[in-house]
């Protein structure tokens, strides 16, 4: 199938593309390479994708249309996989020019190519943060979403809310899948788990913010790939589908994504502590502006419509980052 997935230099669209070309799947990727965090992972990632002949490397910004249309035209996709975007909740309070460029007209560029090119299925990431202040837990693909607690939130909602309409007019196959607080290996530097991992082998404290009292619904990289992979093969072929997520007139839906286990940042830190074989130094600090306190993910939606569920534990899937951290970064284990 020929795919064109969008933020293929990002930690997501990496995992995702590798897997996509390692199923025999032609990739065409899009990227901007954004100074947000060290570009050199983004370069890295890249360069590991190019190694397989059926990846196409496209590094633009969503922003350039013109650009855009001769990706499209030249890859033709069968299905597309907008990934791309502007992340993070507290840098978005600072920078929400970047929200708006890369996360609204970005996406409209996407979703006009799409609709012009009459792409068969079109998926798109969104996130548990689009939640907001609902304190209904577990999070269902059901409840409204009227209150996001920050801009980073806000532009994601927007994204979703624009594809729901394409689809509705345009009959277009729109899958919005929301992930939850995704980590492992190749990660971005600005997640705690970076952060901490990076700050604890230096000696230094981490910032813990609401002092500790918050809990995430961790989601292992490999399972989320795995969701959105089966996903691709179940685009929502009319409106009023049964499932929680689906329109009642569009051939949209939406899909949570996580491990349906909420986990308190201390004890995500005394796995952190047991895989780098150290204690973390704590910072502790009040809420920051835009946080959420408790995430939780109700993926019975996704469980009926592909049989498959997110299950690595944050132990191993700790582990796993950390391993990969001290090998990038050449810092041996401890004996």
């Known amino acids: 199938m020929r795919i064109l997935v969008t933020g293929t230099a990002g930690f997501i669209g990496f995992h995702l593309a590798r897997r996509l070309l390692r199923d025999g799947h032609e990739v065409t990727g899009i990227d901007g390479l954004t100074p947000y965090y060290d570009v050199t992972l983004k370069h890295r990632r890249h360069a590991m994708l190019r190694e397989c002949a059926r990846f196409t490397c496209n590094e633009f910004m969503l922003e350039d249309a013109q650009a855009l249309n001769n990706a499209f035209t030249q890859c033709r996709p069968e299905l597309v996989i907008h990934l791309a975007a502007q992340a993070g909740v507290r840098y978005s309070i600072e920078n929400l020019d970047s929200y708006v460029s890369a996360n609204l007209v970005g996406s409209y560029n996407v979703l006009e190519q799409v609709r012009q090119h009459g792409v068969p299925h079109f998926m798109i990431a969104s996130t548990s943060s689009v939640y907001g202040a609902n304190r209904e837990l577990p999070f269902t693909e059901s409840q409204r979403c009227d209150h996001p607690l920050s801009l980073y939130a806000a532009t994601k909602k927007a994204t979703e809310e624009l594809a729901h309409s394409y689809s509705h007019i345009w009959k277009i196959p729109v899958t919005a899948f929301r992930f939850f607080t995704v980590y492992g290996p190749w990660g971005r530097p600005d997640m705690a788990l970076f952060r901490f991992t990076a700050s604890t082998l230096a000696g230094m ?80 600090l009040p809420m920051q502006p835009g946080d959420m306190p408790r995430t939780w993910a109700d993926c019975s939606a996704l469980m009926a419509l592909t049989g498959f569920r997110p299950a690595t534990s944050v132990q191993d899937g700790v582990a796993a980052f950390v391993a990969w951290y001290r090998d990038y970064y050449g810092i041996p284990a401890i004996a």
């Open 205 to 284: 404290p981490i910032d813990v913010y609401n002092h500790g009292r918050m809990e995430r619904d961790f989601t292992y990289i490999d399972d989320l790939v795995e969701a959105v992979r089966l996903l691709s093969a179940k685009p929502p072929l009319r409106a009023g589908e049964s499932d929680p997520g689906a329109s009642p007139v569009a051939p949209y839906r939406v899909v949570n994504i996580g491990n349906s286990q909420p986990v308190s940042l201390m004890t995500f830190i005394r796995a952190i502590e047991k895989a780098l074989g150290r204690p973390c130094i704590c910072n502790y």
